[in-house]
């Protein structure tokens, strides 16, 4: 297993510490991102089902759910949220801090994807 620098360390604290500048860095490396030309990639329709639910949570409440929130509402052990929230940040859809509780953004780039779906009468009729 590689061994994690000092500096890399400092770093994942700082990010620990701190939401506001961890959402700063997502936002940043989003941006980075789309000057590359990356676009969203798709999801399986359980990481959908996930990401709509994070998606109303986050909007409803203004705080991400917990992890147990989570397995009661889209059906899956807490043993798997992790790795499917890790597939999500691979895609560009969300953004969170490991070890944070309640540190799930949604980008905004995947917001605007999602209201756009989430707006169209076919989508909300299926």
Not at 30 to 50: F, H, S, W, Y
Not at 76 to 100: A, C, D, P, W
Not at 114 to 122: F, G, K, V
Request: aromatic share 6%; with cysteine.
């Amino acid at each position: 297993m590689p061994r994690t620098s000092a500096i890399r360390q400092q770093a994942h604290q700082l990010l620990r510490n701190n939401p506001a500048l961890a959402h700063a860095v997502a936002e940043l490396l989003e941006e980075a991102r789309n000057l590359r030309g990356g676009e969203l990639v798709g999801l399986t329709p359980l990481q959908r089902r996930l990401f709509d639910f994070l998606a109303a949570y986050i909007e409803a409440r203004g705080v991400s759910p917990s992890y147990t929130e989570i397995c009661n509402k889209v059906g899956v052990s807490r043993s798997n949220i992790g790795t499917m929230l890790g597939r999500l940040k691979e895609r560009g859809y969300v953004s969170f801090v490991r070890n944070r509780a309640r540190s799930i953004t949604i980008l905004p780039a995947a917001q605007r994807f999602h209201q756009s779906l989430t707006s169209r009468p076919e989508r909300l009729a299926a």
